[in-house]
Antibody, heavy 122, light 110 residues
Framework: QLQLQESGPGLVKPSETLSLTCTVS??????????WGWIRQPPGKGPEWIGS???????HYIPSLKSRLTISVDTSKNQFSLKLRSATAADTAVYYC??????????????WGQGTLVTVSS | QSVLTQPPSVSAAPGQKVTISCSGS????????VTWYQQLPGTAPKVLIY???KRPSGIPDRFSGSKSGTSATLGITGLQTGDEADYYC???????????FGGGTKVTVL
């Protein structure tokens, strides 16, 4: 059974970098079946897709975050990661990693991590 | 405010039917598949419907999806207390170059 687990600091200071890692188990991140995505959900609001990566390193980001966002993959560790620079309070959210079926434009996220709350505050 | 418009809430008695609309445009719903998610409190969203009207294995046929033009609809029949959740429509938007989520609809079982 494919499983994903987010990890990283739960508290980030404003202007610093928000960094999270997603560890994949039960499947190889080098699978051609999936893109690997990040979705966030601010408290009390709906989810927002922020970006995805293919195991070969192809990335696609939501335009509004493109200047601050980097998603990378480490196939040797079966992990992919997110770095969001210059964090602000508006980046406070539950961050989920998920499998994205077929391609970066697919709205089908089959498997999700449990989510991790990241608060941006001094 | 989301590009995909959903009613904030719908409600009905147990056993009844509800429908949730998702209104978009020709840059999103009209030319792309729609996925519907159910999010129970404190949990990650779960796929209910994909490719407009297909159900993953394990999803009961009480849940159905349809699409016409720039709108999509999720139907839930035989409403149960366990269906109380937030529901989101999702699709690709070619103008925004992004996967977009609707604003969400809270289903309440009276």
């Amino acid at each position: 059974q494919l499983q994903l687990q987010e990890s990283g600091p739960g508290l980030v200071k404003p202007s610093e970098t928000l960094s999270l890692t997603c560890t994949v188990s039960g499947a190889s991140i080098s699978s051609s079946s999936y893109y690997w995505g990040w979705i966030r959900q601010p408290p009390g609001k709906g989810p927002e897709w922020i970006g995805s990566i293919y195991y070969l390193g192809n990335t696609h980001y939501i335009p509004s975050l493109k200047s601050r966002l980097t998603i990378s993959v480490d196939t040797s560790k079966n992990q992919f990661s997110l770095k969001l620079r210059s964090a602000t309070a508006a980046d406070t959210a539950v961050y989920y990693c998920a499998t994205q079926r077929d391609y970066y434009g697919s709205g089908i996220f089959d498997y999700w991590g449990q989510g991790t709350l990241v608060t941006v505050s001094s | 405010q989301s590009v995909l418009t959903q009613p904030p809430s719908v409600s009905a008695a147990p056993g009844q039917k509800v429908t949730i609309s998702c209104s978009g445009s020709n840059s999103n719903i009209e030319h792309n598949y729609v996925t519907w998610y159910q999010q129970l409190p404190g949990t990650a969203p779960k796929v209910l419907i994909y490719d407009n009207n297909k159900r993953p294995s394990g999803i009961p046929d009480r849940f159905s999806g349809s699409k016409s033009g720039t709108s999509a609809t999720l139907g839930i029949t035989g409403l149960q207390t366990g269906d109380e959740a937030d529901y989101y429509c999702v699709t690709w938007d070619s103008s925004l170059s992004a996967v977009i989520f609707g604003g969400g609809t809270k289903v309440t079982v009276l």
